[in-house]
Every structure is written in structure tokens, then in C-alpha cells.
């Protein structure tokens, strides 16, 4: 016997490639069905934390997020979507083998604990992250998030790092997980399109930037930092932009191990900016300059 509220059925039909690809369409309408559970109490930053790194998953959210996701060689485990999009996602997953669950809006909101406005929601296997070296190889621009907690802002610079120029993004082990959900939604997907990674600790990472030729500049308020402009003016082949964390700024270890300090000159009675406002700031500025 079927699992309440389940029906099967199988459609195929031409996808974005121009090849036949077949989407299994799970119509699901009992909120209880444990198949859903990889979107169950998506809100509860708690669960996610815990749950995703041993699982080995992250949500993505948006026919846009996933398409992004998929194209950069990332794999769905399963997805949720609305009738009004199925169309969209089978464009996406239409030469995947991965279940389709199709849902009201109702059984959605109820296992995710928030209005699917976009649609369309997948459970993606994380991919294994590659060495620093490996990130670095062929960069000239690199931005290094240290210890940033907020994910709002983890994605937001990341979407910076796609937008202005930055070849790759490094991220310190105690800051937010890039593929967490908001931190995804934010970026826009931009997450999937630039090469990253996580930094084991300073004394390697400082080493491995400094053995690819890499200036270490680090964003801070310090009275020997020079403004952005001047640094800029002589800017070195390869630069490694590190921004801090929102409440305590940059790491002893990071101030330490950077070649320049840099600062933003402000005005207005106002000393900084929003980290990730910063760091399209300072992106821009350098790479819209030649070297």
C-alpha cells in the first residue's frame, strides 16, 4: 500500500538542453510524509546547524538558486515544488534522477514553517570542498571572510565577489556556512559560480597567499592603515582583501599576518560600513584598476 497522500507518475519531456529527460512528479499532500523531512523546521537555525554538515547537505531555494547550483555540477537530492512550477523545475532536473515532490501551498508552509513564495526548494549534497591551494591557483583577487557569524552578510559579499571581479573566496573555520540557506538566497546563487573554501587556520592560509604571491591587505581602523585610494594607485598583481567580523573587526592573527592595512575613508561622523557593503567598496576599487 501507498504512503498517505502520495500518488506516482512519471512525465517526460524536452528540457532546457534540447535532450529527453524524465521528471518523476511525487504529488505529496500529508505535511507528515517523511520523504519531506530534509525541509522539515527550516527556520530553526539550531536544527540547520547540525543537521546539514552531517548530512551532508544545504537548501537552496528558487528555480534560479537551483539552476545555478545544478550548472556548477552540484546534485539534488530531492526537490519540493509548487504546481506553478513545475514547468520551471523540470527544465532545471529534467536528466536528473531525483524525485520530484509536487505540494500545495499549504503542506509547504506547514513542513518548512515559512511561505515558499519562490516555489521551489532542494536538498542538495554538499560537495567536497577543495584545497586552498587549489582555489588560489590562477586567482588574482581574492576575498577572505574572517569569522563573519551573519549569513545575511556571508551571502552578500559573496554576490560582491561575483559582481566586482573577485576570483575566489576563502572563509575562516568560525565563520557562517556560505551554503546555509540565507546565506544561498541572499547571494543570489552567487555562491555556486565563485571557487571557495575554508581556511584550516592563519599560520597555512598566510603561508599558501604568500607562496602564490598574494599581498595580504586587511580592512581595518587603525591609525598606520592607508586609504583604500592610495593602495589602489600601486596596487600589487595579486591582493587577498580580508574583512572582519561584524561586532569585534579583524583577528589579532589576521592583523599580524597581513602585508598592508587599508581603510575606507568615511564622512558623516560614520567610521565603517556594513562588512559586505565594504567589501564591493574595496572589490571595486581594486579591480577596477589595472595592474
Not at 519540493?80 to 513545475?86: D, G
Not at 586552498?132 to 586567482?139: F, H, P, T, Y
Not at 586609504?227 to 569585534?248: C, F, H, I, N
Amino acid at each position: 500500500m501507498g504512503q498517505p497522500g502520495l500518488r506516482r507518475s512519471r512525465e517526460a519531456g524536452r528540457v532546457g538542453d534540447g535532450r529527453l529527460g524524465t521528471v518523476e512528479l511525487l504529488p505529496v499532500t500529508d505535511a507528515d510524509d517523511r520523504r519531506l523531512d530534509d525541509y522539515r523546521g527550516l527556520t530553526d537555525t539550531a536544527l540547520r546547524t547540525l543537521h546539514e554538515p552531517a548530512g551532508g547537505l544545504y537548501i537552496a531555494e528558487s528555480t534560479k538558486v537551483i539552476a545555478r547550483a545544478v550548472a556548477s555540477g552540484h546534485r539534488p537530492r530531492s526537490v519540493l515544488v509548487q504546481e506553478r512550477r513545475i514547468e520551471d523545475i523540470r527544465e532545471i532536473v529534467g536528466d536528473l534522477d531525483v524525485p520530484v515532490y509536487v505540494v500545495p501551498d499549504e503542506v509547504a508552509e506547514a513542513v518548512t514553517g515559512f511561505a515558499v513564495h519562490r516555489g521551489t526548494i532542494a536538498s542538495m549534497h554538499r560537495p567536497e570542498l577543495p584545497s586552498v591551494r587549489d582555489v588560489l591557483d590562477g586567482a588574482s583577487v581574492v576575498l577572505i571572510l574572517e569569522n563573519i557569524g551573519d549569513h545575511t552578510n556571508v551571502g552578500a559579499a559573496f554576490r560582491a565577489a561575483a559582481g566586482l571581479g573577485a576570483d575566489a573566496v576563502l572563509v575562516s573555520p568560525g565563520g557562517a556556512d556560505p551554503l546555509y540557506r540565507r546565506s544561498v538566497r541572499v547571494s543570489m546563487g552567487t555562491v555556486f559560480q565563485v571557487p571557495w573554501t575554508r581556511i584550516p587556520d592563519w599560520e597555512s592560509a598566510i603561508a599558501d597567499l604568500h607562496g602564490a604571491g598574494f599581498d595580504i591587505a586587511a580592512l581595518a581602523l587603525r591609525d598606520d592603515a592607508v586609504t583604500l585610494d592610495a593602495y589602489v594607485a600601486d596596487r600589487p598583481a595579486r591582493v587577498a582583501l580580508v574583512m572582519g567580523s561584524e561586532g569585534d573587526g579583524l583577528s589579532r592573527a589576521a592583523l599580524e599576518g597581513a602585508d598592508t592595512v587599508v581603510t575606507i575613508p568615511m564622512s558623516g561622523g560614520v567610521d565603517s560600513l556594513n562588512v559586505a557593503s565594504a567589501a564591493a567598496v574595496a572589490l571595486w576599487a581594486i579591480t577596477s584598476r589595472s595592474v
